[in-house]
């Protein structure tokens, strides 16, 4: 997959007649997969390229000044789009200018000059043009006017409403991952590389990785999950939070490894979270947290031995 930080002519090569789809994209959902699932179907069938227009920063953080927390880094975003079978993504800065053009003026200016594509896929949802004023209409207007199929994707909904990154956030904000996965389509992964802790894990009889990353939702507690190190996955005990016990004063991300000896300094590291088993709290001294860790690990244990054996009954 090509990808593209600024419009330039090298753009319009990989972009011309291709088909396209435009969003943020946070988090690449069951309603995102949906989209892409549609785009790759029609660029196959035309024989044509598959790219994503996506905008960086977020536009509520230009735009309306709030500093939501994102699913996804950028580099993850990549990697998914990747494997979902995009040839190129067009990441556009996002600034008052572009943000202040008319839906006419985007479709006209971006869409057909500058990219001369064929087609747009996009959620039936999608918004467009200065304060978000045009939707599928206004764009199916705009793209009979300049030669551009519109193809608008209905939504999935979950429990009577769209599946939505906003909602995501939500869910995994209260530590909700199981709900989360299954909107997701996949448990929610925080990654990054491994550093130097304190070691308290160590002294207590469960060494763990502590994870610097670049993830932005955190959620407190502790979880059953799984840790992909290269091509090996293994089993975690995962502690997310400030180890009050230890009176930590900012948020940290550690995972005890099931069956694994060894060292990971530097390694990078994808921990995907399964399920909540319990928040974080301070412990009167570190026997009782020492029990406490050995009975959240068996409960690890145990959460994936019965997954594996429904698994194999289902």
């Given amino acids: 997959m090509k990808i593209f930080r600024r419009l330039s002519s090298r753009v319009k ?45 977020h536009p509520e953080r230009i735009l ?33 200018k572009l943000a202040g053009l008319s839906g006419e003026e985007f479709v006209r200016k971006y869409l057909k000059e500058k990219l001369g594509i064929s087609e747009v896929v996009v959620g039936e ?31 999935v909904i979950w429990r009577r409403q769209p599946v939505s990154s906003s909602f995501i956030r939500h869910l995994l904000e209260k530590g909700q991952v199981d709900r989360a ?29 502590n994870l610097k990353t670049a993830n932005e939702i955190l959620p407190s507690g502790v979880y059953a999950g799984l840790a992909a190190v290269g091509n090996r996955v293994y089993t975690a005990a995962i502690n997310i939070g400030f180890r009050p016990t230890f009176g930590g004063k900012s948020p940290s991300v550690e995972a005890h490894l099931l069956n694994f000896q060894g060292s990971l300094y530097g390694r990078k590291v994808i921990l995907k979270l399964y399920h909540r088993l319990r928040d974080e709290k301070k412990f009167s001294d570190t026997g009782a947290l020492k029990n406490q860790i050995a009975s959240d690990v068996e409960k690890v244990r145990k959460y994936f031995l019965q997954a594996r054996c429904h698994e194999t009954t289902a």
């Fill in 13 to 57: 090569t990989v972009s011309k007649n291709s088909v396209l789809t435009i969003g943020i994209f946070d988090g690449c959902h069951l309603g995102h997969q949906k989209i892409l699932q549609k785009l790759i179907w029609r660029s196959r069938h035309l024989g044509v390229p598959a790219g994503l227009m996506t905008f960086h920063p």
């Fill in 64 to 96: 309306n000044h709030r500093e939501i927390k994102l699913i996804q880094t950028m580099q993850q975003k990549l990697e998914y789009m990747k494997q979902a079978g995009l040839d190129y993504c067009l990441i556009l800065p996002l600034n008052k």
């Fill in 125 to 155: 949802n999608f918004r467009f043009g200065h304060n978000q004023s045009c939707g599928i209409k206004e764009l199916r207007r705009s793209g009979r006017q300049h030669g551009i199929k519109v193809t608008a994707v209905k939504s």
């Fill in 181 to 209: 996965a299954r909107l997701l389509g996949r448990p929610y992964e925080i990654a990054g590389q491994v550093v130097r802790g304190k070691g308290f894990g160590r002294r207590l009889g469960f060494p763990t990785i």
